[in-house]
């Protein structure tokens, strides 16, 4: 089943303040990835505004950008068009979306739900979140991904174990 994720929702970031603050995106989408091993489907996250040119997510992870319409009609208009809306997953916070996702025939688990869902086929897939661990290994035996934002830009690091904790995010111990 494919999951749909209202991301500025979940991040908590407008559409202003997440194109200002692209390692949030970025350690949201790399969190993603980090269970795309775990089954279930491919994952799609929806963000409100324009496309950066130089957003590049992770394996696993696709990205669409809503505007000029917010990413809550962008979710809608599109589970309206789709043959199946019964076979996707939407994931968010926001309980007016929730409502008119559920209108349209698909499933919906708020943030907390998903990630607990992820936990156990994580726990049942336990390799699944491996690779990205093992690629985010840095020397003080933390997690983080070097996100370069454009070539001849400054890159960013982020610290991805800070990031699982404050999504409530509790990887499996490697």
């Known amino acids: 089943m494919p999951y749909w994720f209202d991301g500025n929702n979940i991040i908590g970031l407008s559409a202003a ?3 200002a603050d692209r390692p949030s995106r970025a350690a949201f989408l790399s969190a993603l990835s980090g269970w795309r091993g775990s089954g279930g489907g ?3 996250v929806w963000f ?3 496309d950066p040119a130089d957003m590049m997510p ?13 990413a809550d009609a962008a979710i809608c208009r599109r589970l309206r068009e789709i043959e199946r ?48 661990a093992e690629k985010c ?18 890159s960013v690091n982020v610290d991805v174990d800070d990031w699982l904790r404050f999504f409530g995010i509790d990887e499996p111990e490697q």
Do not use: Y
């Not at 992770?58 to 917010?70: C, K, L, M, T, W």
């Not at 983080?144 to 454009?150: D, S, V």
């Open 17 to 19: 303040a997440g194109r």
């Open 42 to 44: 491919g994952f799609l």
């Open 48 to 50: 409100d505004g324009d």
């Open 58 to 70: 992770p394996p696993g992870v696709a990205v669409r950008f809503s505007a000029p319409e917010s």
């Open 85 to 132: 809306p019964r076979e996707v997953i939407v994931v968010t916070n926001d309980h007016d979306l929730s409502s008119r996702c559920r209108n349209a025939g698909a499933k919906v688990l708020d943030w907390n739900r998903f990630t607990l869902k992820m936990q156990s086929r994580s726990a049942i897939h336990p390799r699944a979140v491996q690779p990205t």
């Open 137 to 154: 290994r840095h020397g003080h035996g933390g997690r983080a991904r070097q996100i370069n934002k454009t070539p001849g830009d400054v």
